[in-house]
């Protein structure tokens, strides 16, 4: 475990208004102007959203190096300026390349570092080459994990740059939304997985995000935020509007210890589970109630239902032909905790976490949404709930309701494109590749 050294730093994430490409020249100047308003504020690490230059939807045609040399040098100077890092999204061309970057300016007004995306989000792949590497920057105000939007979706990245030193996660970013409900633009990074990140690595995390329509068909959910080391939100942007999201955070080396990389079940072949299969979970632990809610199952056309008498035994156990992996509360915690076992064709996931229940639902909301799996979580002596692949509680006890069902479908757990060519344990076998390969 590292010695904990922590200080407290100025951050400003800048919220900016989405633009097209085509309109960047025009965006720049109020870009840079909340740039320099962040700075005379005191901002001593000052955040950018993902693509700010020269924008998101990037197109076939190929991006000017000189526009993106004297955007450098404009942010270099307010670097300079104001004795701040700056990290902002960029496209940068590499060896004929060009990735959808994170890049550091240091407070002398050069590039001190950057991060490619690695995991790249639907369309953003036909014009952005992959990044390939996951270490973090060294800067003025310390180490930073420097990731880009949908790598946050990817538990190995985080947690490989925290486990390479990073102090903070940073995350310049374009959090799309449907616009399911106007009122309520939704983002499962922003909504949920930030702050699962935050705590679960024990390093805060800067996320600079857009607000408003690119190009008529992106829209994004604004809702930047400075989140502290705990999980805890230190503050947050609106939706629909321009914002500089200002606040000190502490950062500093991790203490958080990690869970074995050796989870029940990561090895072997398995059996094909059942197309579909409807599971029923119980809290009882009184054996005479558990049969009572046997036979109630039975009525339910359930199979189970199963409790905590199954996961004490850990390992694996079959319910309804679904193999079901009981997992320590450490794996629970920690970001690589089911990596391996659902990488290796696990996707049901049950445990009894312990720690501070106010985290359950996140935590497990988390877990199965990153890895496109089930997770049924035993919260206290009433509650036990069951989240689906798209990381929603569908069912739970409470109180005197002691046994509950859900559908089991594994065609869901299967569909892991969470967009179109954007496959989570694709994505997430680089990341382990990455991390097992180890620093160059």
Request: charged share 20%; net charge neutral.
């Amino acid at each position: 475990m590292r010695s904990v050294q922590r200080r407290k730093i100025p951050v400003a994430a800048i919220q900016t208004p989405a633009h097209d490409r085509s309109a960047f020249a025009s965006a720049w100047p109020r870009i840079l102007a909340s740039v320099e308003a962040a700075g005379a504020r005191g901002a001593r690490l000052i955040v950018l959203p993902e693509a700010t230059v020269p924008g998101y939807v990037l197109g076939t045609e190929a991006v000017a190096e000189e526009l993106l040399a004297a955007a450098a040098r404009d942010l270099g100077a307010l670097a300079r300026r104001h004795g701040a890092t700056i990290v902002y999204g960029t496209a940068k061309i590499l060896d004929g390349a060009t990735y959808n970057a994170a890049v550091a300016i240091g407070p002398d007004g050069r590039e001190i570092g950057f991060a490619a995306k690695q995991f790249l989000w639907h369309f953003d792949r036909l014009w952005f080459a992959p990044g390939t590497a996951l270490q973090p920057v060294e800067t003025p105000v310390g180490k930073l994990g420097l990731l880009v939007c949908a790598d946050g979706r990817i538990p190995s990245i985080a947690a490989t740059l925290v486990d390479r030193g990073a102090e903070a996660l940073v995350m310049p970013t374009a959090w799309v939304t449907s616009g399911r409900d106007p009122q309520a633009l939704e983002n499962l990074q922003a909504d949920l997985m930030v702050s699962v990140r935050a705590r679960e690595n024990g390093v805060p995390f800067v996320a600079a995000n857009k607000w408003g329509v690119e190009l008529g068909s992106v829209a994004y959910c604004g809702k930047s935020m400075l989140v502290d080391a705990g999980g805890r939100t230190i503050a947050r942007a609106a939706q629909d509007r321009d914002e500089i999201v200002f606040g000190e955070v502490e950062i500093g080396a991790s203490d958080v210890t990690r869970a074995p990389d050796d989870d029940p079940g990561a090895e072997g072949a398995r059996p094909t589970p059942p197309d579909r299969a409807r599971i029923a979970f119980t809290s009882a632990v009184d054996p005479h109630e558990t049969e009572t809610l046997r036979g109630l199952a039975r009525q339910a056309d359930a199979s189970g239902p199963f409790g905590r008498a199954e996961l004490a035994s850990g390992g694996i156990f079959e319910v309804g032909g679904v193999r079901i992996a009981a997992i320590v509360p450490e794996a629970f915690w920690s970001p690589r905790g089911l990596v391996a076992a659902r990488l290796g064709g696990i996707d049901a996931f049950a445990c009894i976490p312990g720690g501070d229940a106010a985290w359950h639902v996140p935590y497990a909301r988390t877990r199965a949404a990153e890895l496109r799996a089930y997770v049924i979580v035993f919260s206290d002596e009433l509650r036990a709930f069951a989240v689906d692949p798209d990381g929603a509680v569908v069912a739970g006890t409470f109180d005197d309701y002691r046994m509950a069902t859900f559908a089991y479908e594994r065609a869901r757990s299967a569909a892991t494109d969470v967009a179109p060519s954007t496959n989570v344990l694709k994505g997430t076998r680089t990341a382990e590749a990455i991390r097992r390969r180890g620093v160059p």
